[in-house]
């Protein structure tokens, strides 16, 4: 209770409330002493603040702490409502409130049940036994038949509630309430609430009880589960990337892994996976080495692999042996967040393709740099990117475009919005086509709007005059790019140029006279205001190249 202070004291050796020397003049008071220190306390019994004893200014005594007044004042009220009930007909019952189930918050169900009968002494912190003292003994015929503890802030210890059951002393924990702490305000003939009782810590009404024993029933058959699961153990052996390519140019990434099955440390089965499906299951009888069942699991994966690329034109590369240690838990550790043709992810870089498609010629091809490349890690460094993966990036920065470089497999596929990532502003779809995407740069130093429309696929020209009359409306200065089967007639008036991922897989913009550049490097340019890349430059780069392949569209 807030500022709840001391209200029962000691006279004459017996407690008493002081309220009951209220109708005494000050001189006529007896001598009060505080039921913690045992020092003489002034009662404070005016009309104006609630009645209350104090110590004498300076002194410094536990009853001062609200807390502990509380503790006192409930102690001593119970134990003087409960001696004057004694004698042959004394009942005490206690009331228990339904302490509810998992997921239920509060249950309004109580309990009434008789705890004590027939007592004739009732002591304050009596000894029980050889060292416990329980706030209140209750007794018959000098020996102990009940205890009752009175909790503010600390419940009863499992120590001691041990030592209670050990002696055989039923005991019951009341929650500390200021009703509890005036005098005549209780009476044993209204049931105690009790919070917890020796017999059983929470009562639970018939409903609640039921799903209680589901959760603890639950709980057990988990933790019997953990303890089962813990004398089993996976390790991983092996594992190994395969690319395998198809005819038409698609590309398919598998993941094998090679796995040992402990059971209390013991190695009782080997098995090949292909990222979650299990390829074969190898069982390890007792004396049987591990190393006994790779040529079978070689097998399966060897299997395994030729079915992908079973079909015409289709074939598989892995240019590694079976990694192991770190590099093979980078593999299955990075498996899920590899994707095919999204470069560069960890696997990407680790272990490059090594295998590009050539559209026009319908077949894949190997760059020489990628032929004597191969994907088994270096001990000490498992994590860095592949040589042959860094020199194909290096590679890209410094290729020239050639005469006619978009009739070749440069642009291997078409250039998305996404390619571009630094100095971008935002992204925003076209609302007359969401093939068309509107990359707004940073504002460069002299405040131009630059941005950049990535065509993703074919659209229609009422589509691209469209956006292109409202981004001059806004005063947006903007390049235009696609791939150059996406080209049409309408950009011919709009500064353009050709783009996609060249056969490397990298995303390029090619322009004439300037060369390849990178996206990043083209919206870099772009947003400083390089004026190499200005709308009107590119419009002037182009327009023979434009006027050429306009003279190829039919008419």
Known sequence: MDQQSLVWVVVDGVPRHISAFAHLPPRRRPSARCPQCGRVLTLKLGRVRRHHAAHEPGEVCASTHPETALHINCKLALATALRDAAGSRSTLTILRRCAGAPAVKECARTLTAEWLRDWDEVMVEHRVGVTRRPDIVIKRRGVAIG???????????????????????????????????????????QPLHAAYASDVHEWRCDAHQAMHAAA????????????EGARH??????????????????????IYRVTQLLTDGRAHTMRLQRGGVEIATMPLPAATDPRAAWPALRAAYVADVERFARGHGSFADSPMRWARGDAAENIVDEALADRVGLDP??????????????????????????????????????????????????????RPAPEGSWSTPVFASRPVAAMFRGNVRSITPASDDPAVLVVELT???AQTRRAIVVVERATTPEAIASLASSLAADGVDAVWISHPLDWSDA???????????DWRGKVVIAVDELGVFRADQFARALATDDRRLSADAIRGHMAGRVQRMRGRVPG
């Open 147 to 189: 205890a009752i503890e009175v909790l503010v802030s600390h419940a009863v210890s499992p120590e001691k509630a041990s030592a209670l059951a050990q002696l055989a002393v039923p005991w019951v924990e009341v929650l500390a309430a200021e009703h509890l702490a005036s005098a005549g305000e209780w009476a044993p003939r």
């Open 216 to 227: 603890l029933d639950a709980a057990a058959a988990r933790q019997s589960a953990e303890r």
């Open 233 to 254: 153990a996976t390790v991983l052996l092996a594992a190994r990337v395969v690319d395998v390519y198809h005819a038409g140019g698609t590309r398919e990434r598998l």
């Open 345 to 398: 992810t960890p696997l990407a870089t680790r272990y490059p393709r090594r295998w590009f498609y050539a559209r026009q010629q319908r077949r894949w091809f190997l760059p020489p740099e990628m032929r004597d490349a191969r994907w088994d890690r270096p001990r000490e460094d498992p994590f860095a990117a592949h040589p042959a993966w860094s020199k194909a990036q290096s590679s890209v920065r410094e």
């Open 443 to 445: 504002r460069t130093p």
């Open 491 to 501: 950009l011919a008036a709009l500064p353009w140029a050709p783009a996609g991922r």
